[in-house]
């Protein structure tokens, strides 16, 4: 399985885009402002996009994406998301007002079909089982666990601190975790105020894991990350922690 890191950042700025996680150049986990990287017939590869939630760093690319693609695009692509994050995506972004209503357009074969989907369900996408997994933030939030045939890795999403996280790991023992790590220790109460761990409460998430798996942290605010980064190394000194970086290629074999 491959994962081409179009953007992981907290915030934006030059070189920096929000969360898009290519997968198999099929498969779009998080619709950020690093679908702007792609060329148009990279675009038009993408079948199936699967969103953690409706904040706008993790979305903003899909209405522009399928603006970009409507007159090429070659068959309908498939959004899955929690069904509160269905209803924003219609309400407030596919509205006619923010941007026109893709589900219905073109009208005979529309360009998007969204699907609601809720936490614990597994999704059949391609040739990957996507399993829905929960996650704590101020708004409807999904992590997804993905695996093919011989391979998996967990995207938590935007999330703080997550109970049910570290039984699914125990449980599953995916080779890759990919986990939000937004803020430093100093700003613990922002984090947590916004659904976001910091080095120590990553910490504490992982205190009960019962195997060792790499972990990359990502939706790093931007200006702090070699900070945030800091404070992991000396928090959690026998794990490998690499900090997940933009146009990185992970390939899991
Ligand atoms: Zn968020
Ligand atoms: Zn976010």
């Known amino acids: 399985m ?6 992981c950042s907290g915030g934006i700025g030059q ?32 079948r199936d996009v699967v969103i953690t939630h409706g904040h706008l760093d993790h979305i903003i690319g899909l209405p ?30 596919f509205n006619w007002t ?12 529309p360009i998007i079909r969204l699907h609601p989907v809720d936490v614990g369900d597994i999704m059949n996408i391609q040739d990957k089982a ?4 929960p996650a704590t933030h101020p708004t409807p939030t999904a992590g997804y666990l993905i695996k093919d045939a011989s391979h998996s890795f ?21 080779e890759l975790l990919i986990i939000d790590v937004s803020f ?21 998430q992982l205190k009960s894991l019962e195997y060792n798996p790499r972990i990359a942290i990502t939706h790093l605010k931007p200006g702090v990350e070699d900070h945030i980064m800091q404070q992991c190394h000396r928090l959690l000194p026998q794990q490998q922690v690499d900090r997940l970086l933009q146009g990185e290629v992970i390939t899991l074999r």
């Open 2 to 7: 491959k994962i081409e890191i179009l953007g």
């Open 15 to 46: 070189g920096l885009k929000t969360t898009t996680f290519l997968i198999d150049e099929t498969l779009l986990l998080d619709a950020g402002t690093g679908l702007e990287l792609l060329t148009m017939e990279r675009l038009l590869n993408i």
């Open 64 to 93: 522009l994406m399928l603006a970009t693609i409507f007159d090429q695009h070659r068959a309908p692509i498939d959004v899955y998301a929690l069904p509160e994050v269905i209803t924003a995506l219609k309400e407030h972004i």
């Open 98 to 109: 923010i941007w026109p209503d893709y589900t219905t357009l073109p009208e005979d074969n």
């Open 130 to 133: 996507i399993e829905v997994i």
């Open 154 to 174: 967990l995207f938590t999403g935007d999330s703080g601190l997550n109970e049910p996280l570290s039984a699914l790991l125990n449980q599953h023992q995916p």
């Open 184 to 204: 430093i220790d100093e700003s613990t109460a922002l984090a947590q105020l916004s659904g976001h761990l910091t080095p120590s409460l990553l910490a504490l």
